[in-house]
């Protein structure tokens, strides 16, 4: 079985500056992962996504993670914070071509401070 | 194009009673996903359906949880007597996964807000 923890589960920063959101995975079989972003009264949305290859991607809205095999991590991060960022956060992993079910973290509420 | 369309946007029913949630995934998706929100559980898979394969009820909760797609499109999630664990956020999801070519990419719809009385 797959599981995702997210450290913190509230997260402020100051407008322009980093933002660094923590996703660490457990699977016993190579993971596909996911960040989606979810603003209030709405759906998920996808930010990022690693499946194969390049184990840095960029995603929407000038994020960016990195796949870390070696710590099992999938960090989520964006250089300068804008008031529009401000939103919950969650990280996800599926490990199962053909039926790519979601394990979700427990996610982040990412606040931004003006 | 359209999106994911859930419906009802919000639902209230009494304790005991039968609910019925309703999901138009995205044309030509052939995945299907619905999935949980609540305060206690956080976000859960309940149910996926792929074609004509036979559905993954793995996440269901219990036996008064079921879900059908008719005809490769529209779904529909039933919850048999409800109770007050029962209310949640229930979000539905549709994705291109031809087995072979994937985009792993779920479109997720805005949600049915579901609250037990």
């Known amino acids: 079985a797959q599981s995702v923890t997210q450290l913190g589960s509230h997260v402020s920063v100051s407008e322009g500056a980093l933002v660094l959101l923590r996703c660490n995975y457990s699977?016993?079989?190579?993971?596909?992962l996911f960040w989606y972003v979810q603003y209030p009264n709405q759906g998920l949305q996808l930010l990022l996504k690693y499946t194969t290859g390049a184990t840095l991607v960029k995603g929407i809205n000038g994020f960016e993670a990195e796949f870390k095999k070696s710590e099992t991590s999938f960090h989520l991060t964006k250089p300068s914070a804008h008031m529009s960022d401000a939103a919950e956060y969650f990280c996800?992993?599926?490990?199962?071509?053909?039926?790519?079910?979601?394990?979700f973290g427990t996610g982040t509420r990412l606040t931004i401070i003006p | 194009g359209a999106g994911v369309s859930q419906s009802p946007s919000n639902k209230v029913t009494e304790k005991g009673k039968d609910v019925e949630l309703r999901c138009d995934p995205i044309?030509?998706?052939?995945?299907l996903y619905w999935y949980r929100q609540s305060l206690g559980q956080g976000l859960e898979f309940l149910i996926y359906f792929q074609g004509n394969s036979a559905p993954d009820k793995s996440g269901l909760p219990s036996d008064r949880f079921s879900a059908e797609r008719t005809g490769g499109s529209v779904s529909t999630l039933t919850i048999q007597r409800t109770q007050q664990e029962d209310s949640a956020v229930y979000l539905c999801?549709?994705?291109?996964?031809?087995?072979?070519?994937?985009?792993?990419?779920?479109?997720f719809g805005p949600g049915t807000r579901l609250t037990v009385t």
């Open positions: 044309s030509g998706h052939t995945a």
């Open positions: 999801a549709s994705s291109l996964a031809i087995f072979g070519r994937s985009s792993y990419e779920q479109y």
């Open positions: 996800a992993v599926s490990v199962s071509f053909g039926n790519e079910k979601l394990t």
């Open positions: 699977s016993s079989v190579p993971p596909y």
